[in-house]
Antibody, heavy 119, light 110 residues
Framework: EVQLLESGGGLVQPGGSLRVSCAAS????????MSWVRQAPGKGLEWVSV????????YYADSVKGRFTISRDNSKNTLYLQMNSLRAEDTAIYYC????????????WGQGTLVTVSS | QSALTQPASVSGSPGQSITISCTGT?????????VSWYQQHPGKAPKLMIY???NRPSGVSNRFSASKSGNTASLTISGLQAEDEADYYC??????????FGGGTKLTVL
């Protein structure tokens, strides 16, 4: 059974940093592209970033480019999102999701971790 | 990276059919068959209902169907049931190798 478990969310001040993680199991992690998608409270889904199975290719939404970094450790079956220079508008539930390749649809999603940026 | 355009809300009575539209551009919906639809109940993670324009994952009811014409994709739910009440999001791969979502449609079963 595919399982994706996000962790690391919490309260952080504007301008601060936070790293969220996604522990994966039930599938061959290194063969799967992985994405981060966020959802602000009461709002819709916003795609954030994607990384290839090898970790060699990454893409970002314009809203986070230069501030967020996606990475993965295939030896630990874990996906990361390092978030720097956080803003109030980054407040959201952050979901990780898997797909068979970068262009393909994310099929399985985790339950999300809440990141709140506030002073 | 503008969001795809969906109606904010749709409604229907049990047993009826409804259709949700999703309009993009030639840089996303119109140029790729990587259009998908998600269902999200309150407080839950999104669930994949349709991928690659028309395909249903295993376990998804055949009451859910979808299509695409030009820059617009559509999701149809037939034989509406109370449990179909949820938010629905379309999504597409883009020419920038990114992904874009629609703003979401709230389905109310009357």
């Amino acid at each position: 059974e595919v399982q994706l478990l996000e962790s690391g969310g919490g309260l952080v001040q504007p301008g601060g940093s936070l790293r969220v993680s996604c522990a994966a199991s039930g599938f061959t992690f290194s063969n799967s592209a992985m994405s981060w998608v966020r959802q602000a409270p009461g709002k819709g889904l916003e795609w954030v970033s994607v990384i290839s199975g090898s970790g060699g290719t990454t893409y970002y939404a314009d809203s986070v480019k230069g501030r967020f970094t996606i990475s993965r450790d295939n030896s630990k079956n874990t996906l990361y999102l390092q978030m720097n220079s956080l803003r109030a508008e980054d407040t959201a539930i952050y979901y990780c999701a898997k797909s068979i390749r970068i262009a393909a649809t994310p099929d399985y999603w985790g339950q999300g971790t809440l990141v709140t940026v506030s002073s | 990276q503008s969001a795809l355009t969906q109606p904010a809300s749709v409604s229907g009575s049990p047993g009826q059919s409804i259709t949700i539209s999703c309009t993009g551009t030639s840089s996303d919906v119109g140029n790729y068959n990587y259009v998908s639809w998600y269902q999200q109940h309150p407080g839950k993670a999104p669930k994949l209902m349709i991928y690659d324009v028309t395909n249903r994952p295993s376990g998804v009811s055949n009451r859910f169907s979808a299509s695409k014409s030009g820059n617009t994709a559509s999701l149809t739910i037939s034989g509406l049931q109370a449990e179909d009440e949820a938010d629905y999001y379309c999504s597409s791969y883009t020419s920038s190798s990114t992904r874009v979502f629609g703003g979401g449609t709230k389905l109310t079963v009357l």
